[in-house]
């Protein structure tokens, strides 16, 4: 399996160097265990869900991408739930992400992680934000173009505090 072929599949996409670098190595690393625990869950079932929280979400999704690249047609869309998921790519890879896979970001109140890296970085999938205050779930939409300026980045804050929730009342750890 392999995301970074010599000719990127999702034309125009970039990916935040430092995450790429980081799940290169670590795809890298782990490969065998991938591949085992993949070759599994194909046989369990016919959907593989990818789970994560922080940069553990990015892993997540770029490992997703890795198994739809390498799958796809041949499998229902990969599902991938994050948790306070810190921005990966372009829009154009938001928009190939958004066509590859079903995912589903969790935020809580200000976190500032979601809201990094700035610049052209942007979100795909579907956002259900906490706000944090009165622990009120709001639903935001797919976006195929911009970023929602409601849920995490509606109040300009970034919290310290809010990384680790909770989330659906569980509280993160590291």
């Not at 599949?9 to 065998?32: M, T």
């Not at 890795?66 to 041949?74: G, M, V």
């Amino acid at each position: 399996m392999s995301l970074f072929p010599e000719e990127n599949p999702i034309s125009g996409a970039r990916i935040f160097q430092k995450f790429r670098d980081e799940y290169k190595n670590w795809h890298s690393e782990n490969l065998a265990d991938i591949n085992s625990i993949l070759e599994q869950a194909k046989k369990d079932s016919n959907i593989v869900t990818f789970v994560g929280f922080g940069i553990g979400g990015v892993y997540a999704q770029l490992a997703a991408l890795d198994y739809a690249q390498n799958n796809l047609p041949n499998i229902p869309l990969p599902l991938v739930f994050t948790f306070g998921q810190p921005r990966i790519g372009n829009e154009k890879f938001a928009e190939g992400a958004n066509a590859r896979l079903q995912h589903w970001r969790s935020t809580f109140g200000h976190d500032k992680i979601p809201q990094l890296p700035t610049g052209e970085y942007i979100h795909d999938g579907v956002e259900i934000w906490n706000n944090g205050a009165d622990r009120e779930s709001f639903y935001c939409t797919r976006y195929t173009s911009l970023e929602s300026q409601m849920c995490v980045n509606s109040s300009g804050q970034q919290g310290d505090n809010d990384h680790f929730g909770p989330y659906f009342e569980v509280t993160m750890t590291c």
